[in-house]
């Protein structure tokens, strides 16, 4: 079973930058898209940023202009790369991978822990 394992969370003053990581623990295939959701304490999880296997990305409001999701293809690694930290981006992030296998499934980590305060 794979696994998807997120790095880079931690503790950041507001206008920090941070940068999470996104690798899985073994080889994944005809991978459509890679995402970052987030989920703060009492609120639903909601999408940050998606990548397409084409490099097409796309990013809720918020995050516009400071966060930039990547990738490294030969890795099946996703990045997702936080400048100009708000308290408001306080979260666990999670990882996800959307993949074709006889048919669409997806691939969830267990999250890293993001917290902006001063």
């Known amino acids: 079973q794979v696994q998807l394992v997120e790095s880079g969370g931690d503790l950041v003053q507001p206008g920090g930058s941070l940068r999470l990581s996104c690798a899985p623990s073994s080889s994944i295939f005809n991978i459509i898209s890679m995402a970052w959701y987030r989920q703060a304490p009492g609120k639903q999880r909601e999408i940050v940023a998606r990548?397409?296997?084409?490099?097409?990305?796309n990013y809720v409001e918020s995050v516009k202009g400071r966060f930039t999701i990547s990738r490294d293809n030969a890795k099946n690694t996703v990045y997702l790369q936080m400048n100009s930290l708000k308290p408001e981006d306080t979260a666990v992030y999670i990882c996800?991978?959307?993949?074709?296998?006889?048919?669409?499934?997806?691939?969830w980590g267990q999250g890293t822990q993001v917290t902006v305060s001063s």
């Open positions: 990548i397409s296997s084409d490099g097409i990305s």
């Open positions: 996800n991978v959307l993949v074709y296998d006889h048919s669409v499934r997806d691939y």
